[in-house]
T-cell receptor, first 113, second 110 residues
Framework: NAGVTQTPKFRILKIGQSMTLQCAQD?????MYWYRQDPGMGLKLIYY???????DKGEVPNGYNVSRSTTEDFPLRLELAAPSQTSVYFC????????????FGSGTRLTVV | DAKTTQPTSMDCAEGRAANLPCNHS???????VYWYRQIHSQGPQYIIH???NNETNEMASLIITEDRKSSTLILPHATLRDTAVYYC???????????FGAGTTVTVRA
């Protein structure tokens, strides 16, 4: 089991560029989440999904889009990168039926210049 | 979600027990207490969770007061690798989302 895999690990974007952060899990979890963490702060929920084809907004969705076409993958799209989106992005998943904790990926560190 | 209150930081001696307090005075009957930790630059790691009974696993013990308004995470024999930010989170059984606060920065010293 690889768990939750995020790519890339690091990326530098110029203002206005776009990119997709990839997240894949191999645990057959229905629930997946995207969080961002600014320096010295806690994690804030961007978007989440309770299953393929179903997504919903979290606390800070502006400037981001997601899709969930398969159980395994939950990509996060930044369309017009802004300096305020400089952050570390974490993807997570869980199987609510088991009421276990989330499994997090190792994160993507994004800098927008 | 009920809000939680944790100390900003605490130190612990290596080999000793670390007791991390958390207040959640507005917790409701169907809300669980979860603990996660985040070692520098890594993704958060699940530690333990409980509803009202005390819980123990290979990582830690969770003690929840009888009125459920507070809890304590116990790391029985702290090591240098336990240095991390520890988050206490309250979440309803039917709530998908975890809300992270600032947590407690725990530093284990040799």
């Amino acid at each position: 089991n690889a768990g939750v895999t995020q790519t890339p690990k690091f990326r530098i974007l110029k203002i206005g560029q776009s990119m997709t952060l990839q997240c894949a899990q191999d645990m057959n979890h229905n629930y997946m989440y995207w969080y961002r963490q600014d320096p010295g702060m806690g994690l804030k929920l961007i978007y989440y999904s309770v299953g393929a084809g179903i997504t919903d907004k979290g606390e800070v969705p502006n400037g981001y889009n997601v899709s969930r076409s398969t159980t395994e993958d939950f990509p996060l799209r930044l369309e017009l990168a802004a300096p305020s989106q400089t952050s570390v992005y974490f993807c997570a998943s869980n199987d609510r039926a088991l009421n276990y904790g989330y499994t997090f990926g190792s994160g993507t560190r994004l800098t927008v210049v | 979600d009920a809000k939680t209150t944790q100390p900003t930081s605490m130190d612990c001696a290596e080999g000793r027990a670390a007791n991390l307090p958390c207040n959640h005075s507005t917790i409701s009957g169907n809300e669980y207490v979860y603990w996660y930790r985040q070692i520098h630059s890594q993704g958060p790691q699940y530690i333990i969770h409980g509803l009202k009974n005390n819980e123990t696993n290979e990582m830690a013990s969770l003690i929840i007061t009888e009125d459920r308004k507070s809890s304590t995470l116990i790391l029985p024999h702290a090591t240098l690798r336990d240095t991390a930010v520890y988050y206490c989170i309250v979440r309803g059984a039917n709530d998908y989302k975890l809300s992270f606060g600032a947590g407690t920065t725990v530093t284990v010293r040799a």
